[in-house]
């Protein structure tokens, strides 16, 4: 049986596990047992949602995949071996990386600390937690949100951190006395302009200030002013800044598979790593030039597995980022590599189609759901310009 070996056992490397059956001798290598659902710790952060967010691996497994709790740490893709923290090493025939992203504050001087006074709502649960108990005792002054650098897990997730916090505030009565400065490295609102034309009028109107082209330099908390390196300065009360993000610290053979940010460098349509056919990788951890979100890894892991069969299935570039506008609103940002993000109006039931995630998540998982998400990708397909999108 072919050894299929995945390493990272979070959104992407367990759906693709458990979609792999007969024919395959399935190994997940995953560093923790708590799988935890991302995107709830917005609401978290933001609106003081009970943190039951996290299940164990394990139990969202199918019983043919044997899991080993270790992380690991090595991989030779010219021998074949993936090494773990205990020194044991696993031999495989086809190689998936599925390790995700990670926050890097280190990277910013000043911003190690201010993550670790005012949390951040892109790591754990206790950091969430640290956003709202801050966001909870606020009765006015400046609020600066925004990301550090351009890449960012779930692109729609800024603006929608920004809105909640605008929402919270105004209901709880200090909208009067507060500033909320939303800053961006980009050179609008939401880098998709499509998306951007329905924002920024948003933001506009609840009274939210804009800074462009700020890619924050330094953090001053003693001034308590969030420089950027364009040279533009915002003095805060409370700073909710969203980290840079790296790849796993793996010491891979070559070391050249990943870039200077440890995003492993794979074909953008295939998902082979550089110089690997028998190596994949998959969803965050990955180089390829698309959204790093949940539904980016779910469709890749299809492809993977497609490909894993000997079927020649390409990955097209699909986005489809849910985006809380508050207020009960949400829309979704969509395209791929053929096909540009276009103009969305939000809606009552994208927010609701959001909202039910936190639900479905664990059963797709298990693969239960794939008929009705095959159904959904195929009916909201985004066309290339000039061509009509269809089934
Ligand atoms: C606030 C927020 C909101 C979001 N909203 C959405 C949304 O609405 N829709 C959406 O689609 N996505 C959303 N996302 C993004 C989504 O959560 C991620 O993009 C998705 O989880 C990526 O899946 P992945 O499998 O690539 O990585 P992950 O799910 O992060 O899994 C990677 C796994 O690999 C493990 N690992 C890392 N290094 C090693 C190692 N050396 N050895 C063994 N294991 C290792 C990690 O512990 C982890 O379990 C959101 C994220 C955040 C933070």
């Known amino acids: 049986m072919r050894r299929v070996l995945i ?18 001798e399935v190994t997940v290598i995953a560093d923790s047992l708590a799988h935890m659902f991302a995107p709830a710790l917005l609401y978290v952060a933001f609106r003081n ?20 709790d270790r992380r690991a740490t090595a ?20 190689l998936v990386v599925a390790t995700g992203i990670g926050t890097d504050p280190a990277q910013i001087p000043g911003l190690g600390a201010v993550n ?24 006015g002054g400046t609020i600066a949100l925004g990301q550090s650098s351009p890449i960012c897990k779930c692109p729609p997730s800024p603006i929608e951190g920004v809105l909640l916090a605008e929402e919270l505030v105004r209901a709880r009565g200090y909208r009067a006395a507060t500033r909320i400065v939303f800053f961006t490295p980009f050179p609008r609102a939401y880098p998709a302009e499509a998306i951007d034309a329905v924002v920024a009028p948003i933001l506009h109107a609840r009274g939210i200030e804009l800074m462009t082209f700020f ?8 001034k308590r002013v969030i420089r950027s390196i364009e040279g533009d300065d915002i003095s805060y009360d409370l700073p909710i800044v969203i980290p840079p993000f790296v790849g796993a610290s793996i010491a891979y053979e070559p070391a050249g598979v990943v870039d200077a940010s440890r995003f492993v460098k794979c074909d ?26 949940g539904v980016t890894a779910h469709l890749q892991s299809k492809v993977v597995a497609a490909r894993l069969r000997g079927r020649d299935v390409r990955f097209d570039g699909r986005t489809n ?29 994208k927010a609701f189609m959001k909202m039910s995630m936190a639900k479905i998540y664990w059963l797709s998982l298990r693969t239960l759901l794939d008929p009705f998400f095959d159904l959904y990708f195929r009916l909201t ?11």
């Open 7 to 24: 390493v990272g056992g979070g959104t992407g490397g367990t759906m693709l596990a458990n979609s792999l059956g007969r024919g395959f």
């Open 268 to 293: 953008k349509a295939t998902l082979t790593i550089e110089g690997f056919e028998d190596a994949f990788a998959i969803g965050d951890a990955t180089n390829v030039p698309t959204a790093k979100s």
């Open 75 to 94: 991989i030779d893709l010219h021998a074949r071996i993936v090494t773990t923290d205990d020194g044991e090493r696993y031999a495989y025939d086809n």
């Open 381 to 391: 397909r985004p066309a290339p310009p000039g061509v009509q999108p269809g089934p």
């Open 116 to 139: 670790r006074e005012f949390g951040d709502y892109h790591s754990t649960i206790a950091q969430a937690q640290r956003v709202w108990r801050h966001l909870d005792g606020f009765t």
């Open 321 to 349: 980022c849910p985006m809380d506008l508050a207020g009960g609103r949400a829309l979704f940002v969509v395209g791929s590599y053929a096909a540009p993000v276009v103009h969305q109006n939000p809606s009552r039931i």
């Open 49 to 68: 949602a009970q943190p039951t967010i996290v299940r164990n691996e394990r139990r969202l497994l199918a019983s043919h995949v044997r899991l080993i």
């Open 215 to 222: 890619d924050v330099a330094e953090i001053d908390s003693e």
